[in-house]
């Protein structure tokens, strides 16, 4: 069968988007992998899922697969991209759209600039919730990585983070200690890795490793789960401008239970059709 997708990208976070509502398709992880592959398929960091809901508050269920075929529970440049793509596509003609994810509802806010602004929900800052392996909640944890001793803060913005601060994100091991981190036993789930350089209280830049994407050049709930652990350790203060390799977020947090809300783009880039095998 040939299915139809839009290539679309959140600060050059580029995603395969697939309309399930109107077509029929099973895709399968090595498919993904397949399709994910940047020379022999299509080529993206995360392919995102239009279904319909199973929950009648809801508009659509938003799923989320990574490049290695993971299904993950969030994805925050992804849910800007989804919020165009269902109103170009025309399954909605709402402004607001609500959405489920594995890791929660989402609430998707389109404005007249076609910037789109995310209620990605408050961050839980409890270990259990990523889950990663420690004795207590603290605003800094200690984990042996390769021989260094790293100093990590951690968040769940319904998918996990692991976020390090940084001198400059120019020089920051992001290449080497990336994936040690995302696979340290301590993750039982891995763990998405964010490298934090504090600009001022209000900007920081931001480079993120992603769990079953590699480095990548933005990283929506990296940018949240950042600036959540920053406005906790009094680092930052709401709100903030995240600087990543493709672009910059801005994101809002006013504290404890209530909502992040991040604003940025979302592009399409072109439709095509590819055959599944
Ligand atoms: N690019 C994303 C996050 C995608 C999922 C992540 N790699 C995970 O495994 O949790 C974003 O913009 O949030």
Redesign the pocket.
Known sequence: MLLHFTKMH?LG?DFMVVDLVTQRARIEAEEIRRLADRRFGIGF??LLVVEPPRDPDMDFRYR?Y?ADG?E???????ARCFARFVRDKRLTHKRQIRVETAGGPLVLDVHDDEQVSVDMGAPRFAPPSLPFEADEDRLRHTLEVDGETLEIAVAS?G??HAVIKVDSVDQAPVERLGPLVEHHPRFPK?V?VGFMQVVSSHEIRLRVF????GE?L?????ACAAVACGIRQGLLESPVTVHLPGGSLTIRWEGGERPLIMTGPAERVFDGRIPLR
Do not use: K, L
């Open positions: 959140g976070n960091d995360q989320i990574n993971s993950v529970e969030n994805c925050g440049n992804g913005m998918n996990p891995r998405n992603e769990r079953g994407s990548t933005a990283c929506g709930t990296g």
